[in-house]
T-cell receptor
Framework: GAVVSQHPSWVICKSGTSVKIECRSL??????MFWYRQFPKQSLMLMAT?????????EQGVEKDKFLINHASLTLSTLTVTSAHPEDSSFYIC????????????FGEGSRLTVL | QKEVEQDPGPLSVPEGAIVSLNCTYS??????FMWYRQYSRKGPELLMY????GNKEDGRFTAQVDKSSKYISLFIRDSQPSDSATYLC??????????FGTGTRLKVLA
């Protein structure tokens, strides 16, 4: 299957700092990428849909100023958690839509954020 | 009513058993169906992708879709301890809306 790379896989930061997470589709172009948050033993919670070259669409209840999403190219989307606080600690996962008609979603490995 | 229902488990089976994982959905707009496996602290891995009603087989995995009943299944034959993970069903509409089940935790006991 197609490969989606997510970096970093884990990050620890101090409260008040900003953290950037990258999501790259390595062997295909992804016009649409998705960002999720996942709490332990819970399912994926969609945060936002990122389309290349346009503003992200955020789900209800997700603060767009807190979670900045940029999709500047067909292979890269970034999620920046601004002014992170301990309650932002979570597992963040991206996915990329394989665009050649079939529309399968391929996921990154996930990024574990711990805010101290 | 949730758009997709999936039993969270946990489901415990002995090694070698046939595992049946299921999801039901309510909206006939969903036409494409996926099954993912997620190990703890990892991203989901795509196992199966199907469109038509019927069966699709890949190694020990068989995906079954019954659009008339709005019911999808994933069967795992000769289950192994390494199959222990959470299995998520996912549905996609023609307009690229994706819905995920809550996931079923599977434990295969050696």
């Amino acid at each position: 299957g197609a490969v989606v790379s997510q970096h970093p896989s884990w990050v620890i930061c101090k409260s008040g700092t900003s953290v950037k997470i990258e999501c790259r589709s390595l062997d295909f172009q992804a016009t649409t990428m998705f960002w999720y948050r996942q709490f332990p033993k819970q399912s994926l919670m969609l945060m936002a849909t990122s389309n290349e070259g346009s503003k992200a669409t955020y789900e209800q209840g997700v603060e767009k100023d807190k979670f900045l999403i940029n999709h500047a190219s067909l292979t890269l989307s970034t999620l920046t958690v601004t002014s992170a606080h301990p309650e932002d600690s979570s597992f963040y996962i991206c996915s990329a839509r394989y665009g050649r008609g079939t529309g399968e979603l391929f996921f990154g490995e996930g990024s574990r954020l711990t805010v101290l | 009513q949730k758009e997709v229902e999936q039993d969270p488990g946990p489901l415990s089976v002995p090694e070698g058993a046939i595992v049946s994982l299921n999801c039901t959905y309510s909206n006939s707009a969903f036409q494409y169906f996926m099954w993912y496996r997620q190990y703890s602290r990892k991203g989901p891995e795509l196992l199966m992708y199907t469109y038509s009603s019927g069966n699709k087989e890949d190694g020990r995995f068989t995906a079954q879709v019954d659009k008339s009943s709005k019911y999808i299944s994933l069967f795992i034959r000769d289950s192994q301890p390494s199959d222990s993970a959470t299995y998520l069903c996912a549905l996609r509409s023609g307009t690229y809306k994706y819905i995920f089940g809550t996931g079923t935790r599977l434990k295969v006991l050696a």
